[in-house]
């Protein structure tokens, strides 16, 4: 049985490496030795499952269709074992993290670093950027976002609430008026945060009905950080995150409106690329996290 996989795993890497001496460079391996083990399947079923030439190696019908399971069975086989590796080995590796920058530095970073003194074998690729991440083009093993999940092709696991608040400079509530309901942000500058899964439809709720508005204003930016400071501007009303927010409210340089009204949906969350066997390093992070935040929540 294990030389039938010791064929199987050769057939799939030569395909994969895109020749005989590529597979041989990448695994290690002679290039005589995983040329036999390929003889040797096509030979025990009966059929041929590459075509061979000097400048170009590619796959049969038949090939493509064993390729094709083979590669699936490998998969689960290789995600069987990493499971179990997970569940008896201490954390370690690498593990590259995206998030907000402002959370990331004044809310996340301690919680991460707690997480290393914990784990002193694993290492940490922290990257803080305020810009839509593509994890998997990027190479990103887990993103911590604040956001409402979207994308079918990613898993997220909810870390945490967080506050969000609708403000607004006094010297623009002097000029506009303090508005009374969602509604009156009709006619009222705001600041778009395209951030925002519905940057220009913000949701409310009154005695029980649940509505959108439609708002728009003189800026549209991509960062909350950005957002509050034209807030701060007097330019509109934002949707910040009360942990930004909190200290200019203190200050008299901000008033938080219609508290009351505002629905809720987003939420700071460990967002990955959806994959049968989430690295046990990855896991593991993401299960301090949600411990960590149960205690000490995101203001």
């Known amino acids: 049985m294990s030389q039938d996989l010791s064929r199987i795993r050769a057939f799939a890497q030569v395909f994969d490496a895109g020749g005989f001496s590529a597979a041989a460079r990448q695994h290690g391996r002679s290039k005589a030795l995983l040329s036999k083990y390929v003889t040797d399947l096509e030979d025990h079923l009966g059929v041929r499952l590459m075509n061979r030439t000097t400048r170009k190696l590619s796959l049969t019908e038949a090939g493509e269709v064993y390729y094709r399971e083979a590669s699936q069975l490998l998969q689960q086989l290789d995600d069987l074992d990493a499971t179990i590796s997970d569940q008896t080995a201490a954390p370690r590796g690498l593990v590259r993290i995206s998030a907000p920058r402002n959370l990331g530095e004044t809310t996340l970073a301690p919680a991460i670093f707690a997480f290393m003194a914990k784990n002193p074998m694993v290492t940490i690729d922290l990257r803080l950027e305020d810009r839509f991440v593509d994890l998997v083009d990027e190479g990103i093993d887990v993103a911590l976002r604040i956001s409402v999940l979207a994308d079918s092709s990613l898993i997220a696991r909810k870390i945490a609430d967080v506050k969000h608040i609708i403000c607004g400079s006094p010297e623009l509530i002097a000029k506009y008026g303090l508005p009374q309901s969602g509604e009156a942000l009709r006619n009222m500058p705001c600041i778009l945060d395209t951030n925002m899964a519905a940057h220009t439809n913000w949701r409310f709720s009154d005695k029980g009905r649940q509505y959108s508005v439609h708002v728009s204003g003189p800026a549209r930016v991509n ?60 896991r593991v992070l993401i299960d301090h996290l949600v411990k960590w935040f149960e205690i000490q929540p995101v203001r």
């Open 223 to 282: 960062s909350p950080v950005a957002a509050m400071e034209a807030a701060l501007a007097g330019l509109g009303f934002a949707v910040v995150p009360f942990y930004l927010a909190e200290p200019m409210i203190a200050a008299g340089r901000l008033v938080p409106v219609l508290e009351d009204q505002m629905l809720e949906g987003a939420s700071l969350q460990a967002v990955y690329p959806h994959r049968r066997h989430l690295a046990g390093k990855v």
